[in-house]
């Protein structure tokens, strides 16, 4: 299994609901991440999860919340957003490896509207 | 800061045609760099690089990496229009082992292949 999923694929959201965002992968891998991408641009990174523990938060707004409840899993927790928010929202994981360059595997990520 | 610059932005060609596409890159501690094909949604991997001078190759796409002159070069031969896409490079960097996989992304070139 060399797969990361996403879900929802597709999401709508109003500016005062609360909506999570998951992901999984089962390969094993020990880094995860959150990236947005927003039309015509490259994809952006917001967080880092190594080990489970948050390892880098690319000054995030705090309307978006991650979690890694367990090494298999990230969730990006929604809250207040506002509509420039609306992009595609991407997982990946990868070895963190212990100085050893890995590549990371993405999900097909989540294309979340703010209205 | 980490910076990646592709050239050219976009490139329209015909079937048959071999295009070139180029990666030049600034980074603190360079680990690595990666070229990803990307259509609909999700990025995809195909080439990671570390060394100087050693092609990788996957079929009619191959890649090289100087690190002297700190850039890379994605060929692709006997272009088909299942190559159009946008063609992204990252770089890895940093001193923080547990990040291994933390990339920079360039802007892309999006590629068109005209039948």
């Known amino acids: 299994d060399t797969e990361v999923t996403q879900t929802p694929k597709h999401l709508v959201m109003g500016m005062t609901n609360k909506k999570s965002l998951k992901c999984e992968q089962h390969m094993g891998h020990r880094a995860m991440y959150w990236y947005k991408q927003k039309a015509k641009k490259p994809p952006e990174l917001m967080f880092v999860?190594?080990?489970?523990?948050?390892?880098i938060n690319e000054s995030v707004p705090s309307r978006f919340s991650p979690e890694c409840p367990n090494s298999s899993l990230l969730n990006l927790h929604l809250h207040a957003l506002q509509p420039e928010d609306s992009a595609l929202y991407l997982c990946?994981?990868?070895?963190?490896?212990?100085?050893?360059?890995?590549?990371?595997?993405f999900g097909q990520g989540t294309r979340l509207t703010v209205v | 800061e980490d910076k990646v610059v592709q050239s050219p932005l976009s490139l329209v060609v015909h079937e048959g045609d071999t295009v070139t596409l180029n990666c030049s890159y600034e980074?603190?501690?360079?680990?690595?760099l990666l070229w990803y094909k990307q259509e609909k949604k999700a990025p995809t991997f195909l080439f990671m690089l570390?060394?100087?001078?050693i092609e990788k190759k996957s079929g009619r796409l191959s890649s090289i990496l100087d690190k002297k002159e700190l850039f890379s070069i994605l060929n692709i031969t006997a272009t088909q229009t299942g190559d159009s896409a946008v063609y992204l490079c990252a770089v890895q960097g940093g001193n923080d082992n547990t990040n291994a996989g933390k990339s920079t992304f360039g802007d892309g070139t999006t590629l068109t292949v005209k039948p």
């Open positions: 980074v603190t501690n360079f680990r690595s």
């Open positions: 990946a994981s990868s070895q963190p490896g212990t100085g050893v360059p890995t590549e990371a595997f």
């Open positions: 570390t060394s100087s001078g």
């Open positions: 999860y190594s080990y489970e523990k948050l390892s």
